[in-house]
C-alpha cells in the first residue's frame, strides 16, 4: 500500500489520454495491458540468455506501460460511463495474469533467479492480491494494507531490472551476502517473497477481525 495510496496523484496522467479514448472499449485496454506484461515476461526470461541483458531495459519500459494501461482501462471506464462489475472483474483476472506472466519471467530465468526462490515470489504476490480481494468478496472492506500492492511490484520490477544492468556494466552483476552470492534480481524476489507473504498475512488477520466486528454473533463462547 505504500504506494497504492498515491494512485490519485497520477490522474495528470491518464485523464488527457482517457479523454481522447472515450469511446474506446475500456476491455480492449485492458487486453493491451495483459499482452504486453505477457511479452514482457518473455522478454524479462530472454534477457538471461548469452548477450541479451541489455533487454532489462526493455523489460522495465514494457511494466511501466502495461501499468500505465492497467490504470488507464479504469479511467477510461468511468469517464465514458462504462464502469461496471463485469469489467471489475475482468480487470482484477488480468492483473494476476499479468503478476505472473511478469514475474514469472524472472522466476523461471536461472541467471537471474533461484527458481525455488521465484516459486516462494509468486506465492507472495498472488496471495497478497487474493488477499485483499478475497475480503471485499466476503462482504468485508476492500484491503490494500501491507507494504507490498500493486503499484509497489510495478516500481519494483521497473527499478531492479535497470539496477542489474547497470550494474552489470561495471562488473556488479552479482553481489555476496552472508557468503552468498545474489543478483539484484534475487534481491527483488527476496522482496516479494518476504514481505509479499507478510502482507498476506497482515491482511488475514486484519480481514478476521473485521468480520469480527461485522458479525458477533459468530463468535464463540
Given at each position: 500500500?505504500?504506494?497504492?495510496?498515491?494512485?490519485?496523484?497520477?490522474?495528470?496522467?491518464?485523464?488527457?489520454?482517457?479523454k481522447?479514448?472515450?469511446?474506446v472499449?475500456?476491455?480492449?485496454?485492458?487486453?493491451?495491458?495483459l499482452?504486453?506484461?505477457?511479452a514482457?515476461?518473455?522478454?524479462?526470461?530472454?534477457?538471461?540468455?548469452?548477450?541479451n541483458?541489455?533487454?532489462?531495459?526493455?523489460?522495465?519500459?514494457m511494466?511501466i506501460?502495461?501499468?500505465?494501461?492497467?490504470?488507464l482501462?479504469?479511467?477510461?471506464?468511468k469517464?465514458?460511463?462504462?464502469?461496471?462489475p463485469?469489467?471489475?472483474?475482468?480487470?482484477?483476472?488480468?492483473?494476476?495474469?499479468?503478476?505472473?506472466?511478469?514475474?514469472?519471467?524472472?522466476?523461471?530465468?536461472?541467471?537471474?533467479c533461484?527458481?525455488?526462490?521465484?516459486?516462494?515470489?509468486?506465492?507472495?504476490?498472488?496471495?497478497?492480491?487474493?488477499?485483499?480481494?478475497?475480503?471485499?468478496?466476503?462482504?468485508?472492506p476492500?484491503?490494500?494494507?501491507?507494504?507490498?500492492?500493486?503499484?509497489?511490484?510495478?516500481?519494483?520490477?521497473?527499478?531492479?531490472?535497470?539496477?542489474?544492468?547497470?550494474?552489470?556494466?561495471?562488473?556488479?552483476?552479482?553481489?555476496?551476502?552472508?557468503?552468498?552470492s545474489?543478483?539484484?534480481?534475487?534481491?527483488?524476489?527476496?522482496?516479494?517473497?518476504?514481505?509479499?507473504?507478510?502482507?498476506?498475512?497482515?491482511?488475514?488477520?486484519?480481514?478476521?477481525r473485521n468480520?469480527?466486528?461485522?458479525?458477533?454473533?459468530?463468535?464463540?463462547?
Amino acid at each position: 500500500m505504500v504506494l497504492d495510496s498515491k494512485r490519485a496523484s497520477v490522474d495528470f496522467a491518464l485523464t488527457p489520454v482517457a479523454k481522447r479514448l472515450i469511446n474506446v472499449n475500456p476491455n480492449m485496454i485492458s487486453w493491451a495491458g495483459l499482452i504486453l506484461a505477457f511479452a514482457c515476461g518473455f522478454v524479462f526470461w530472454l534477457s538471461g540468455t548469452d548477450g541479451n541483458d541489455w533487454l532489462l531495459p526493455v523489460g522495465a519500459l514494457m511494466v511501466i506501460v502495461s501499468g500505465y494501461f492497467d490504470a488507464l482501462d479504469g479511467k477510461v471506464a468511468k469517464m465514458s460511463g462504462k464502469a461496471g462489475p463485469k469489467g471489475d472483474y475482468l480487470d482484477h483476472v488480468f492483473d494476476r495474469y499479468a503478476d505472473v506472466f511478469m514475474i514469472g519471467g524472472v522466476a523461471f530465468c536461472a541467471t537471474w533467479c533461484d527458481p525455488y526462490l521465484g516459486m516462494l515470489a509468486l506465492v507472495g504476490v498472488l496471495l497478497t492480491s487474493y488477499m485483499g480481494t478475497q475480503a471485499q468478496a466476503i462482504g468485508a472492506p476492500r484491503l490494500y494494507a501491507g507494504l507490498l500492492g500493486r503499484a509497489d511490484r510495478v516500481v519494483l520490477s521497473t527499478l531492479f531490472p535497470l539496477i542489474q544492468f547497470v550494474a552489470m556494466q561495471f562488473g556488479y552483476g552479482t553481489i555476496d551476502v552472508a557468503g552468498f552470492s545474489i543478483t539484484w534480481m534475487e534481491i527483488m524476489m527476496i522482496w516479494f517473497a518476504v514481505v509479499g507473504n507478510l502482507t498476506a498475512i497482515q491482511r488475514a488477520i486484519i480481514t478476521w477481525r473485521n468480520l469480527e466486528r461485522m458479525h458477533p454473533e459468530e463468535k464463540k463462547e
